[in-house]
């Protein structure tokens, strides 16, 4: 298990800037920004990846199931970027296949081909914030790290894992969000996200997102090799580890279409 690495640091990564925000922000809010703009510069043009992943489920017993997975991922610097998941094993998910296109200002596109079906199910934007192949992982937060996606307030500072972070409560403007905010704790040196609490539209705390275990590719590019997602709720959750991942592999646009769904398998 110590092995295993995490691929979700690409799902958070991006560049482009907001075109709506309002003439006058507080001192917070145009701090909130500028973390969160930073974040997203220091982790671009990396171009795409392809990773050899696990996703373990725990259920509140502490019971675990195991399942392999390949993610392609395309950076898409003006859009949000492009991920295909592809489901290889047990034999219950094998074939099964997720797409997922980010925007930054309409809501994303996701589709689900399931093999037991043999159909591509697109879901829709109001069922986003549903599970993610049974697993404590939303639809949405699948997706790409946009900035367009969120009002940001930069809350203060703390320290997480004896490092020192910037505080940055991160609000979804899609009304469709399962989350009324996310708290995202930014380490100051590098810019990279350690932690992410999701509340949900009571305000409660729903989840917990840790990433740990970072390391640095291609001498610019800062990827967590460890992330688990704790639903605080029910004491669930589910963590993804990367066993293998390579950059600028040469991935295209037409390598991640709906009719990529079917030919992945």
């Known amino acids: 298990m110590l092995e295993r690495k995490l691929v979700f640091g690409s799902l958070l990564v991006g560049l482009s800037l907001p075109l709506l925000w309002p003439a006058a922000v507080s001192a917070d809010e145009a701090e909130g920004l500028r973390i969160a703009t930073e974040r997203k510069s220091r982790n671009s043009g990396w171009e795409d990846t392809v990773a050899s992943t696990t996703m373990v489920l725990r259920d509140a017993r502490g019971k675990e199931s195991e399942r392999e997975l390949r993610v392609y991922t395309l950076e898409r ?16 998910v094998k074939g099964a296949a997720f797409l997922s296109f980010s925007n930054t200002l309409t809501p994303d596109d996701q589709w689900m081909y399931l093999p037991k079906v043999k159909r591509v199910k697109r879901i829709a934007t ?31 500072d703390d320290e997480f894992d004896d490092q020192d972070v910037f505080v940055v409560e991160q609000t979804p403007v899609d009304k469709y969000s399962g989350y009324s905010k996310q708290i995202a704790y930014i380490d100051k040196e590098h810019y990279r996200l350690l932690k992410m609490d999701f509340y949900d539209k009571k305000g409660d705390l729903l989840k917990t997102l840790i990433l740990d275990d970072y390391e640095l590719y291609l001498d610019a590019y800062w990827r967590p090799h460890t992330s688990e997602m704790f639903n605080e ?10 066993n293998d991942i390579e950059f600028k592999t040469g991935l295209k646009d037409s390598d991640l279409d709906k ?6 398998r």
């Open 233 to 242: 709720q029910t004491g669930k959750s589910t963590a993804m580890y990367i």
């Open 259 to 264: 009719d990529s769904l079917k030919r992945a």
């Open 77 to 92: 610097v003006e859009e949000g970027d492009k991920s295909l998941t592809v489901f290889e094993s047990p034999a219950d």
């Open 126 to 156: 109001q069922n986003k914030s549903g599970p993610f192949m049974s697993s404590e992982f939303a639809y949405e937060d699948m997706t790409s790290f946009e900035l367009e996606k969120f009002k940001f307030d930069y809350t203060g």
